[in-house]
């Protein structure tokens, strides 16, 4: 009977390596890099404001990052503020003066498009080759029907810097700035305020929004500020963040493992959905990381204030860490589960356990602090739960069933 309410799995041993950035690339002449995307792991854009003469200052690389050729947008002592791809060979590029660039060649090759506004425009999105918004400052929200080729401003009813823009797969849209929150549900046709989004003093800048998919989306600010929702934008909680320094940029990989870069060389990640979040250390110092990007391969990329491209080899890499067992009994079971770790010593404030339904809501979760642990599950239904057990580097999640009698 042993075998059969005896499970094990892999689990954390106290003995982490941690991950590290690498300075993969400099550029030369230095130069801030704004906004790096990739579209797979190995085709990727970086830009930079050059005030040399120069118009070369946009780099594209298809090695993942090793080597980077130069390619020209036209203008010189420009910033440009957002890359967005719409496949491997169409990508938009947005900035000053109410630019937003095209490329129908993945980068090799540029034109200006036509936007009717001189507006600095921060943020671009596009839902398909043909629908596009970008956003900037004084609230101006631009849409595009035709790849492009006309942009039509539509009223956002603010004034307010708009840093970002973003879509659900369901097409619920989200424009985030400066102590402001919009959202629309009809195709960006009209924008409201999010009602309710917890803004505190003295500044919310909301720099990046993101969405995993249509209930699960996070958003990172000034001052520090994480927030996330799970309903679809339509409350938000503000998580704990190490950090008041300025967030720029936030990605994830999946619904487990992100990363956010800012101001001072700040760099966090969380492997338990933004639960927790901790500091990375930057090579660079307190150079300031302007945007972070993850490949699909887990590979992540931030570029910098002086022109450096940072690497991490992989977000989650189990080869970085070693295994030991963990006992998980009774399984199926009645009223308790226990856990024992074969290890020695204290595991407080190393490890965390959260049951959640199969619905994802977290029913249970708690600190685990001895090598031998035992989880009253007596308040729960019978059915199915899944048992996650995490540090800040990993994560080891099993099914459990309760029934009860």
């Not at 619920?172 to 009209?190: P, R, V």
Request: some cysteine.
């Amino acid at each position: 009977m042993k075998s059969f309410f005896l499970l094990c799995i892999a689990c954390l041993s106290l003995t982490l390596r941690a991950q590290e950035w690498g300075d993969l690339y400099h550029f030369n002449p230095e130069q801030t890099l704004q906004k790096i995307r990739f579209h797979d792991p190995s085709l990727g854009l970086t830009v930079g404001s050059l005030y040399n003469g120069s118009t070369k200052n946009i780099h594209r690389t298809i090695d993942g990052g090793k080597t980077w050729t130069d390619h020209s947008s036209g203008y010189t002592g420009t910033r440009f503020m957002d890359i967005f791809y719409v496949e491997d060979s169409v990508v938009f590029m947005s900035g000053n003066d109410g630019l937003i660039l095209r490329s129908l060649d993945g980068g090799r090759n540029w034109v200006t498009l036509k936007t009717g506004t001189t507006e600095q425009l921060w943020g671009l999105w596009f839902q398909n080759r043909k629908t596009g918004f970008a956003v900037g400052s004084n609230g101006i929200i631009l849409r595009t029907t035709n790849g492009g080729t006309v942009w039509d401003e539509i009223p956002s009813g603010v004034n307010n810097l708009l840093y970002d823009v973003v879509f659900t797969p369901s097409g619920k849209g989200f424009a985030s700035g400066s102590n402001i929150l919009l959202q629309t549900e009809n195709g960006g046709d009209s924008w409201s305020p999010v009602t309710g989004f917890p803004f505190k003093a003295p500044a919310d800048w909301i720099r990046s929004i993101r969405f995993l998919d249509d209930n699960n989306g996070f958003a990172c600010a000034d001052i520090g500020r994480i927030y996330r929702t799970t309903d679809g934008g339509t409350s938000w909680e503000r998580l704990n963040s190490p950090t008041t320094e300025p967030l720029f940029d936030i990605d994830f990989l999946d619904q487990d493992h992100g990363l956010i870069c800012g101001f001072n060389g700040t760099i966090l990640r969380t492997a338990n959905g933004g639960d927790a979040w901790f500091p990375m250390s930057s090579p660079l110092g307190n150079e300031h990381l302007y945007s972070v990007d993850i490949t699909s391969s887990g590979e992540a990329y931030i570029c910098t204030h002086f022109g450096h491209i940072l690497k991490l080899q992989k977000l989650v890499n189990t080869n970085d860490w070693q295994w030991t067992e963990l006992e998980i009994f009774p399984n199926p079971t009645l009223d308790y589960i226990n856990l024992r770790f074969l290890i020695e010593g204290d595991l407080s404030g190393k490890l965390l356990y959260e049951i959640s339904d199969m619905s994802g809501r977290i029913a249970i979760k708690g600190e685990v602090c001895t090598v031998s642990e035992q989880i009253s599950v007596k308040q729960l239904a019978t059915g199915n739960y899944m048992l996650k057990v995490f540090d800040k580097e990993h994560v080891s999640s099993q099914s459990i069933q309760l029934i009860k009698h």
